[in-house]
């Protein structure tokens, strides 16, 4: 499995971005989840949210209070990520994530994915 992440860049607090991850080398509609992680400088890996493929139901991160929106498209084999009301804090390298079975109860786990994205950088400052 091959994760391709896009659409990171700069911009100003506020703003939107779009991050694209596409999946190639698996079926994409067999794959348990794909996920996004994002990392800041000094901080350690944390979940933004992830996709269940096979119920189409996404799982977002608590704290993101609705900023951030997940969707897919099989057809583009894709899972993308609508934030929305950046803030600085928002700041780092996003990872798209995918693992074969969907981890019941542990998806939030970095450590538990089997193939990851080389990761998009997104900054935002003013």
């Known amino acids: 499995v091959q994760l391709q992440a896009s659409g990171g860049g700069l911009v100003q607090p506020g703003d939107s971005l779009k991050l694209s991850c596409v999946v190639s080398?698996?079926?994409?509609?067999?794959?348990?989840?794909v996920s996004w992680f994002r990392q800041a400088p000094g901080k350690e890996r944390e979940f933004v949210g992830g996709?269940?493929?096979?119920?189409?139901?996404?799982y977002h991160a608590d704290f993101l209070k609705g900023r951030f929106t997940l969707s897919k498209d099989n057809a583009r084999k894709m899972v993308t990520l609508q934030m929305d009301s950046l803030k600085p804090e928002d700041t780092g390298i996003y990872f798209c994530?995918?693992?074969?079975?969907?981890?019941?109860?542990?998806?939030?786990?970095?450590?538990?994915?089997?193939?990851w994205g080389q990761g998009t950088l997104v900054t935002v400052s003013s």
């Open positions: 994530a995918a693992r074969y079975n969907f981890p019941v109860g542990t998806y939030s786990r970095a450590d538990i994915y089997n193939f």
């Open positions: 080398g698996h079926t994409f509609s067999t794959l348990g989840i």
């Open positions: 996709f269940r493929l096979s119920l189409n139901r996404p």
